[in-house]
């Protein structure tokens, strides 16, 4: 999670608020809702989800230290690992491999894949050893490697040691915030050139990720933290070749002003960007983002952690297909206000944990139909399966009444806290921002 997100998100509020007014007019609209149901409005966003079943890979999770990480992950599909490349030989041709290796033995022994993120420059292979970086105690760590050659044997030596265990690999993260990457696009394209073809050496099957910008942040008042936007960053490097390189498209969707909901604003901008390099084919992933009450401070926890059921439900929906969510486990660095799948002793499981679980049982195996909304920000998403369909159901602004449809044949009503309660006579409901399924 970048350091300077919790101290900037006030810069963008009064510019998001202001450009809010006229963009949530829009609706996302895929397939034909019942004409009982409230009158909606055109969109240029399309839903359209895929006409397969979610898988349990759209729930991804990084965990930053393995001691606060059970014996086997349930409810998760993927895992990212992030182990420096300055912690793995932190001098040339010495290796350590110890906390890699226990990454990739809890991913296998809980049946997981896993994204491992090339990162962080050792001292002696930098291009500028000497230049400060996020880790102050290891310069240079932004920096590209001097020498392409040992940047390829770096590769190859962590290919040819988990192939068959690591199934995807990315080239550098956040890549347009300076204390993560120093360097030049074009010096990035060449790094990642020089991956993609040895990765491919070691095993075609391997999927190359794009670097992951922050593409929620411009550069306009972030000039401290930020080398260019994230869009325009995404653009340049797929202008510069990176495009070639790109087995899956994978930015960090962070933006702390934007609910789920505006977030898919920014996944049909990479969307735009994706068509433009002849990428539209490739999987989208958001490769490491989190939700908080930055922007609303009043909320709930029960309203705030339905941005999880939400931000996965829109993702799916709108051709995500991994969600990488930050962290199991987090420190004060992260900000206080993150949402915490522990508690804040990182021991115990916290009520958005709960909500997670939950969350991933009650979507995976089931093949999103549609998801849409109408002029009062009513969201229906309606979900089947081989047994029973179910309807999940929210209001993005704020609490309101809903008539369950007719047509609609349901035994029970599911809040994310898991209490389960029956239909009324006159089949009147409030919705709010946590939603409810309909099953």
């Known amino acids: 999670m970048p350091r300077f997100m919790v101290k900037i998100f006030q810069v963008f509020a009064l510019a998001i608020i202001s450009f809010g007014l006229s963009i949530f007019s829009w609706i996302l609209f895929s397939g034909n809702l019942d004409t009982s149901f409230h009158k909606s409005i055109a969109s240029d966003i399309i839903l359209n989800p895929p006409s397969i079943a979610i898988p349990q890979t ?213 969307k735009t960007i994706m068509q433009k390099y002849g990428l539209q084919d490739k999987p989208l992933w958001d490769t490491e983002s989190n939700f908080g009450n930055y922007n609303n401070p009043k909320l709930e926890t029960e309203e705030i952690n339905g941005y999880i059921a939400r931000s996965h439900i829109l993702y799916w929906a709108s051709g995500v297909s991994r969600f990488y969510w930050y962290a199991w486990d987090l420190d004060s660095f992260d900000g206080e206000d993150s949402l915490r799948i522990l508690e804040a002793d990182n021991l115990n499981l916290s009520s958005t944990g709960d909500v997670y679980k939950r969350v991933g049982n009650l979507l995976v195996g089931n093949q999103l ?30 609490n309101f009444s809903f008539k369950v449809p007719q047509d609609w044949e349901i035994n029970s009503i599911v809040s994310l806290s898991g209490q389960k309660t029956q239909l009324p006579a006159d089949r009147m409901m409030t919705v709010g921002q946590s939603p409810l399924f309909f099953e």
Not at 102 to 111: D, I, K, W
């Open 58 to 270: 759209l729930f991804g999770m990084h965990i930053k230290n393995l001691q606060r990480a059970p014996k086997i992950l349930e409810n998760i599909g993927c895992l990212r690992v992030f182990v420096p490349w300055l912690e793995i030989e932190e001098k040339n041709n010495q290796w350590n491999f110890s906390t890699l290796d226990n990454y990739v033995e809890l991913a296998q022994e809980s049946g997981l894949e896993v994204l491992f993120v090339f990162n962080d420059t050792p001292k002696w292979a930098a291009a500028r050893p000497y230049e400060v970086s996020e880790f102050p105690e290891h310069p240079g760590a932004g920096s590209e490697p001097k020498d392409m050659q040992e940047w390829r044997d770096y590769v190859r030596t962590i290919a040819t040691r988990y192939q068959g265990k690591i199934q995807s690999y990315q080239v550098w993260n956040e890549a347009n915030n300076i204390k993560d990457y120093s360097g030049s696009i074009e010096k990035l394209v060449e790094m990642a050139k020089n991956a993609y073809e040895v990765l491919k050496s070691v095993d075609p099957k391997i999927q190359v990720v794009s670097p992951g910008p922050l593409v929620g942040f411009e550069l306009k008042g972030n000039e401290k933290y930020l080398s260019l936007g994230g869009m325009d960053w995404l653009d340049n490097y797929f202008a510069q070749g990176g495009a070639k390189y790109t087995d899956v498209v994978g930015p960090h969707f962070y933006n702390n002003d934007l609910n789920p909901e505006g977030r898919l604003l920014l996944v049909n901008q990479v």
């Open 369 to 398: 139909e549609f998801c849409k909304n109408d002029v009062n920000q009513i969201w229906i998403c309606k979900l089947t399966n081989n047994v029973s369909d179910k309807w999940m159901v929210w209001n993005s602004k704020d």
